[in-house]
């Protein structure tokens, strides 16, 4: 997409924004101009689809954060049984080598309890490793996209086309422009988002729209559950 600007005789100024015809793989027959204030419309139409209402915004922070305790409280549990499980092994290891050196045990045989037993040390410390390095992480990443995806409402009501085009850019892709239509696809979990019922935004938002939402709560979660690294 390219922006051409025109001056008409009177000095009025606009702007147009048509197909570059710049591809290489794909044969364009896209001829229409669309209006600046037309496309800007249509951007701010787009953050408005991928927006979080401020009521939901704090249902889901309430939420994220009740499930947040619960979370830090069981992964606190699995954390200290690794560590036990690890002292037990080393208790093992060492009442091993006090048989070896009181000669109740044969070298070949003590070398292969040992072997065992270290191996099965290694598997619990990185699993403990990696737990620790990782956390809870998903939580926090959810919070952002929280956040972010309410800030889209007020930047849909700002006059600022360069904020809301950042915005798009960083969500969305393949973004084109076809018979006077703007279109995006979303990066996940923000496609949930953006396919989420129109209605729901409103205040008068009824028991089924909640359930709605609330099932977008739960997509958004496992999204970010099963992708930490994100």
Not at 100 to 121: P, T, V
Not at 145 to 173: C, H, T, Y
């Amino acid at each position: 997409i390219t922006a051409e600007r025109h001056i008409k005789k009177r000095g009025l100024k606009f702007v147009y924004y048509r197909c570059t015809h710049k591809s290489k793989t794909i044969q364009c027959t896209e001829n229409r101009f669309l209006r600046e204030e037309v496309l800007i419309e249509q951007v701010k139409n787009l953050c408005q689809k991928v927006s979080l209402p401020d009521e939901w915004r704090e249902k889901f922070l309430t939420k994220l954060e009740n499930e947040s305790m619960e979370s830090r409280h069981s992964s606190d549990l699995f954390v200290q049984n690794l560590r036990d499980n690890i002292s037990a092994i080393k208790e093992k290891l060492e009442r091993l080598t006090d048989a070896y050196l009181a000669e109740a045990l044969e070298l070949a045989e003590y070398q292969e309890r040992k072997n065992i037993l270290m191996a099965e040390k290694k598997t619990i410390e990185e699993r403990l490793s990696d737990l620790e390095r990782k956390g809870n992480h998903w939580l926090e990443l959810m919070r952002n996209w929280i956040i972010e995806a309410n800030q889209a409402e007020n930047l849909s009501k700002q006059e600022n086309p360069s904020r809301m085009r950042d915005f798009l850019v960083s969500i969305g892709s393949n973004r084109r422009l076809s018979a006077g239509i703007l279109s995006a696809e979303f990066k996940t979990p923000w496609n949930f988002l953006a396919e989420t019922n129109a209605e729901g935004r409103s205040p008068e938002a009824t028991s089924l729209t909640n359930s709605e939402w609330w099932c977008l709560f739960e997509k958004v979660r496992t999204h970010f559950a099963e992708n930490p690294n994100e």
